[in-house]
């Protein structure tokens, strides 16, 4: 299994570079396949949905899906009954909040047996992580529109290219996964980091990662009114930066959280103690 550490990969032809995406991202086409079956509406999630934002990593992330809240247990059977056991240890690490950088899910499984090189996937209810989108969003069992302004599937020709140490491109030999497109998967991850930053939760790490992502790569990404401003001058070129890269972003955190556009932060105490949060400047 390779690791954040590794140095980067270098493919000695575009088959060679073709079999390791596909050996990488194969476990979330399985699972998306198993679910669309199952009439579970589902999108992947997390830093493997990245790959195809901008940053295709050398070592694997856990697999993370959001399915719609309802249907969690439902998702759970059908993967389940296609070979997938999930996770019944109450002292899993998966379950600690204690320096555990994502959302307990409640639903998981260990899928090593499975996909030697992966470790966990996660199923997370589509409210906890997209409570951002309008109302009138619907990821259903349908593929997405071609004008649809939110979603797309993972082999869209549409998605950029592959670039060494950028994005993955698409994954066009493998089953199609629904997925949110660059720019609202950019603003959903806004939302999240503008809703947990500097909290005492310590999520803020995925959401910043997740960020990270898209900012390596900003070319084609769009984003509402609200946060195009700020996302221009968040992805300028280094020479081109008046002020330090974090302070527009942090700007416009400040204003819509003192004007309540942002739901309370999960209440989860990464440090383990109140003494060891406020140590490391986290609010509660």
Same mark, same amino acid.
Not at 22 to 30: E, L, V
Not at 174 to 202: M, Q
């Given at each position: 299994?390779?690791?954040?550490?590794?140095?980067? !990969?270098?493919?000695?032809?575009?088959?060679?570079?073709?079999?390791?995406?596909?050996?990488?991202?194969?476990? &979330?086409?399985?699972?998306?396949?198993?679910? =669309?079956?199952?009439?579970?509406?589902? *999108? #992947?999630?997390?830093?493997?949905?990245?790959?195809?934002?901008?940053?295709?990593?050398?070592?694997?992330?856990?697999?993370? %899906?959001?399915?719609?809240?309802?249907?969690?247990?439902?998702?759970?059977?059908?993967?389940?009954? &296609?070979?997938?056991?999930?996770?019944?240890?109450?002292?899993?690490?998966?379950?600690?909040?204690?320096?555990?950088?994502?959302?307990?899910?409640?639903?998981?499984?260990?899928?090593?047996?499975?996909?030697?090189?992966? =470790?966990?996937?996660?199923?997370?209810?589509?409210?906890?992580? #997209?409570?951002? @989108?309008?109302?009138?969003? =619907?990821?259903?069992?349908?593929?997405?529109?071609?004008?649809?302004?939110?979603?797309?599937?993972?082999?869209?020709?549409?998605?950029?290219?592959? *670039?060494?140490?950028?994005?993955?491109?698409?994954?066009?030999?493998?089953?199609?996964?629904?997925? @949110?497109?660059?720019?609202?998967?950019?603003? &959903?991850?806004?939302?999240?980091?503008?809703?947990?930053?500097?909290?005492?939760?310590?999520?803020?790490?995925?959401?910043?990662?997740?960020?990270?992502?898209?900012?390596?790569?900003?070319?084609?990404?769009?984003?509402?009114?609200?946060?195009?401003?700020?996302?221009?001058? %968040?992805?300028?070129?280094?020479?081109?930066?008046? !002020?330090?890269?974090?302070?527009?972003?942090?700007?416009?955190?400040?204003?819509?959280?003192?004007?309540?556009?942002?739901?309370?932060?999960?209440?989860?105490?990464? %440090?383990?103690?109140?003494?060891?949060?406020?140590?490391?400047?986290?609010?509660?």
């Amino acid at each position: 299994m390779r690791h954040r550490n590794d140095l980067p !990969r270098n493919f000695a032809s575009e088959e060679a570079r073709i079999k390791v995406l596909n050996d990488q991202a194969r476990p &979330a086409a399985d699972v998306a396949k198993i679910l =669309d079956e199952a009439q579970v509406p589902n *999108i #992947l999630w997390g830093a493997m949905a990245g790959f195809l934002v901008g940053d295709w990593r050398c070592y694997n992330e856990d697999i993370q %899906f959001l399915v719609l809240d309802h249907l969690i247990q439902t998702a759970s059977n059908a993967l389940f009954a &296609a070979g997938f056991t999930p996770c019944t240890d109450p002292g899993c690490n998966v379950l600690k909040t204690v320096r555990n950088d994502y959302l307990i899910p409640p639903v998981h499984f260990h899928v090593q047996a499975l996909y030697p090189e992966h =470790d966990v996937l996660r199923l997370y209810p589509k409210s906890g992580q #997209l409570w951002s @989108l309008p109302d009138s969003f =619907d990821f259903g069992t349908s593929p997405p529109a071609a004008d649809d302004p939110h979603l797309m599937l993972s082999n869209d020709p549409r998605l950029p290219p592959y *670039i060494p140490e950028g994005m993955s491109g698409p994954w066009t030999e493998l089953y199609p996964i629904k997925i @949110l497109n660059r720019s609202s998967f950019t603003e &959903a991850v806004l939302w999240l980091c503008f809703r947990d930053l500097d909290h005492a939760n310590g999520l803020d790490t995925q959401w910043v990662d997740m960020l990270g992502s898209a900012r390596k790569h900003p070319e084609g990404i769009t984003l509402s009114p609200k946060f195009q401003a700020m996302w221009e001058e %968040f992805t300028l070129p280094e020479a081109q930066l008046t !002020r330090r890269r974090w302070e527009p972003v942090l700007e416009l955190m400040k204003e819509m959280r003192s004007n309540n556009e942002l739901p309370p932060p999960p209440r989860i105490n990464w %440090f383990g103690t109140v003494e060891g949060a406020e140590r490391a400047g986290g609010w509660f």
